[in-house]
């Protein structure tokens, strides 16, 4: 970071400023959001600062906040990220770039990623059982054993190595259940659980040994 960039987070007040030029802002923007979020939930949980506490929901995702950017004449950009009272799915991201008497305001919304389902055999044959068999006899309880599960019965079964995320999808549908965030599965599903890794390519993932043994030896529970 330069001399001429500054960078704080109040966590009592929910407060998160960034302010630098405009490439340096643009360019680590996301790396610092992903810090308050990390220091938030690492306050919260530990009871820090006297801050009220939390359901695990709300923790899980502190996204609740609304984002400010300006412009001035030395072309250094100001962030202001103020926590707010709810935790909303989505961040608004307004811009505003002063022209003489006049601004310009941008409103940009951050959506989900749309993944559709991927075409995966998950039939029966001579040598294999289908999915519908195999979940049914493991017996998984949430999304991330589910999950799981279907990373591992695609890459035992089927002899891939990576399982994209649209696979995964597929496989919810032939279970004929509802899909989850599929994203924050997986990356909850590797950051908590340890039994997924991240694939070489975006959005395919891996099985790890932790994930194989749970499937195949601690499933169903007793």
């Known amino acids: ?5 500054k960078f704080r987070i109040n966590l009592r007040e929910g407060l ?20 308050f979020k990390m220091a938030i939930k690492e306050v919260i949980i530990n009871n820090k600062e006297g801050l009220p506490a939390l359901s695990k929901e709300e923790i899980i995702t502190p996204a609740n906040t609304s984002l400010d950017s300006f412009s001035s004449g030395d072309n250094r950009v100001h962030i202001v990220r103020q926590k707010t009272s709810q935790f909303p799915s989505t961040v608004n991201l307004h811009q505003e770039v002063p022209l003489g008497s006049k601004s ?46 279907f990373v591992y019965y695609i890459t035992k079964f089927n002899k891939q190595i990576e399982v994209r995320y649209g696979e995964i999808l597929s496989c919810y ?3 004929n259940e ?35 043994n749970f499937i195949k030896f601690d499933l169903p529970k007793s």
Do not use: Q
């Open 16 to 35: 998160f400023e960034l302010e630098g030029n405009e490439d340096f802002v643009d360019k680590h923007l996301e790396k610092f959001e992903e810090i």
């Open 104 to 149: 310009i305001k941008h409103t940009i919304s951050k959506v989900s990623v749309n993944i559709p389902p991927l075409p995966v055999d998950l039939k029966a044959n001579d040598t294999k059982p289908g999915l519908r068999e195999f979940f049914k006899d493991k017996k998984p309880s949430n999304h991330y054993e589910k999950c799981t599960l």
């Open 178 to 212: 509802k899909k989850p965030s599929i994203i924050d599965i997986v990356k909850n599903s590797i950051r908590y659980k340890g039994w997924l890794e991240s694939g070489g390519e975006k959005y395919s993932t891996r099985l790890t040994i932790s994930g194989e």
């Open 173 to 175: 549908e032939e279970i």
């Open 1 to 5: 970071m330069t001399s001429d960039t």
